[in-house]
């Protein structure tokens, strides 16, 4: 068995007794139950509200989702290495014949078919709401547009939200004592939530780039985005890689 | 032992965590863009707010919704994760000390932090305060006849939150449970302040004070009763029932 395949598989064996994905799931109806709940007690005010329903839906919603789903991704990049720090497993894990970024990004690939687990339900949620009451016609006439639209918004909120993803995770693997990345994980958030929200280069803080959304973007900004959502990720990686080897140095 | 001395105990074995690192660092976070931002506060004419009013009423609202309950949660996770790394919690069950107790002086020490938290917000919000009125040449520092009962009712508020905190840390034993649970009840008070029935759920109590008040200082806005009646019976039991679950399940899982 090639070692790539193995980190994954010992991840997953590692992580399944954890409740890990039993966590991203309760997370993603929970978020997912929000809109749904906001829009069923509001359904006047949002009926009544101008633009698409996907930009109602998104500007009236998606910010406590994100901080809900950004909030649960600290919980799940925190326990992805508490189980290797908890009883030194992690030092097991050093002297096997594997990298250790490896490990690190074993676990990355667990993290994220979770997230993206999340996300599914919370665009589903949010598709439903728009077909039942913001546009009831769209869905008896068989036109699908606004869920396509509503899709597009999510997947471009699932790559912005990956650099935040891989940077819960680069601090996990950081700390030893659990606490210790949960606050300064909380505190990241919160730094993302209090910077200005109409300043470009402040809104690329990995924290502060999953409260963007889709509806009403210029496009060129769109794609702005994109490829920073993208270079932070691999930006993010490669501090990672750099700093285990740095750590093995001192060990 | 009596309780004193035990808590005085819990509070050395947190003493090298850097959690008041933590705490302090949120406390800059929160309170430097409002410094910056300051001149926001002269622009309230709409609301009918005053400059001064309106610095307290904003700083203090971005402590009480998301960071301070945040940063109580993260210290819930401490007091119970350091004693379950190398299996500490077995010699302190092992003890002629009762579990009970044990539970108390814990959740007085989160008390305490929560205390220490407050204080230095309070101060964090004298300094800024000056140092806003000396960039914008007007006096926003609020007199703290006002400032220290509002900030003793906030948390006073705060408590039955402490208590289901603790109640959430103690009983589930999963780290991903108790944690996520613990961060994402606080994102729904948002919601829950806007209904009749908010005083059933502690994660809002702080915020519905404050937002009380916000609406009592502005003269445009309409203020949302704080109701004493039932309040203070709901929270009192909330808290009670809290406590008694939070001191009954303690170590239960270790003594199997």
Redesign the interface.
Known sequence: MSFKKMNFLLEWKKIKR???FA?FL??GI?AGA?PV??TAVRTEMFISSPGSPAAILMSANYQ?MA??SL??L???A??LY?IEY?DNGIQKMQSLPIRESGLFFGKFFLLLPAFFLMFCIQCAAMIFCGLHWLDPAAASEGELFHCLELVRCFGFAFLLTLPAALLLLFLSSLCR????M???G??GI??G????SDSFAASLFPFAMPFQTLPGMEEDLVIRYIIAAVSETAFIGIIEIICIRIRRLFA | MNILSLTHMESRKIKRSKILLILAASILILWIPNIINADINFQMDDIGISPENSFFIQGFMGMVWFIYPAAMAVCTVLLVQTERANNGILKMLALPVSTSALCLAKFILLVLLSVVYVLLSTGAYYISAAAASNMADYNLVLMPSYVLPMIGKLFLASLPMLTVFWMIAVLIRTPIFSVGAGLASIVPSVLLINTKLWFLYPMCYPFYVLTSEYGNLAENMSASPVDLIPWIPAAAAISVICLVIACLSFGRAERR
């Open positions: 954890t409740g890990f966590a309760a997370g929970l929000f709940i906001n406590t901080m809900l909030l649960l600290t919980a799940g925190c326990i508490h908890a004592n659990m606490w210790i949960l606050g300064i909380i505190l919160f730094l939530t209090m910077l200005p």
